[in-house]
């Protein structure tokens, strides 16, 4: 089968292009940027294709032949943007993509959302069905471009949308990067409780429910939260990052205010400069927003169980970070 995977230079999108590869599937990624060792891609066997999803002519070349899109592509914390730049390729990248699949008969179109569109859960778990708070521009682009794929369900071409939680494990420097490195100095302070909820969701697990929903008649037209077995206080998180290492960690507690204004105001003052700042709103928010999920329907439905727990997960990523050299910046 040939399939088209957006983002597929990302973490990811490039563990999901291994995983088709493996079981024999021919696969283009495209991308706007190259990624982590994009040149391994290659090794691979994939097709990798640098430019937009915005690109409609070429979307629709890379379109020739394809049967499965995942269209995991998507504008996030990018600096010195307008606003519009995430309607622009979040949304309207995603109508290219899903309009080219349909004028070249693809069979089957899967979708990767975000669990943010629920914002800040509060009265955890949600389901699919708890209300949308989406708290910035990715998370409200995300979620307003699922209704444009359920409309593309209608047709000969099925829609899935996913919308992971908090996905880690080997091949991501960013994500749970910042906690290991934080606990490998032996240090990490908590702002707040301590106590907010935070659902992780290791990747292989989600690649194997992409790897599901190919399948004809799995999940049409659903949306599907998916994540792992269980969610934890982030205090407790932690804790286990410490363990999965091997160190001792210190949690010194301090209120969240002070470092939420310090969030706001530095990112006013790196974003026109163009500077990544080192801390911003949507980052420091982790010590306060709830983040945890009922996955009852994607496991009655889709036949989705996590085999990897939390434990076996971030030893997984620790050993993968000390052999890639990220626990020594």
Partial sequence: MKVLVTGGTGFTGKALVKRLLNAGHQVVALDNK?????????????????????DVGLVGRLMKGIEVVHHLAAAF???????????????????????????????RFIYCSTCGVHGNVQDPPANEDSPIAAADYYQQTKYEAEPIVRRYSDGAMKTVILRPAAIYGPGDP??????????????????????????????????????TVMADGMGDGRVYLIADEEYLEIEELVKKVAVALGVEVRLPHFPFLPL???????????????????????????????????????????????????????????DWYRAEGYLSS
């Fill in 77 to 107: 914390r990018e600096l010195d943007v307008p606003n519009s730049y995430y309607e622009e390729v979040n949304i309207e990248g995603t109508r290219v993509v899903l309009e080219a699949a349909k004028n070249e008969g693809v069979k």
């Fill in 34 to 54: 190259q990624g982590i060792k994009t040149d391994e891609l290659k090794q691979w066997g994939a097709q990798v294709e640098i430019g937009s999803v915005t």
């Fill in 260 to 318: 939420k204004l310090a969030a706001v105001t530095t990112e006013l003052v790196c974003k026109p400069i163009g500077v990544k700042p080192p801390i911003f709103p949507r980052r420091v928010d982790w010590y306060i927003q709830n983040r945890a999920f009922d996955i009852a329907r994607a496991k009655k439905e889709l036949n989705y169980h996590p085999t990897v727990g939390i434990d076996e997960g971030l030893r997984h990523t620790a």
């Fill in 174 to 211: 960013e994500r749970f990067g910042m906690i290991f490195r934080r606990v490998a100095k032996g240090l990490f302070p908590i702002f707040g409780s301590g106590k907010t909820l935070y659902h992780p969701l290791y990747i292989d697990s989600f690649i194997d429910v992409f790897m």
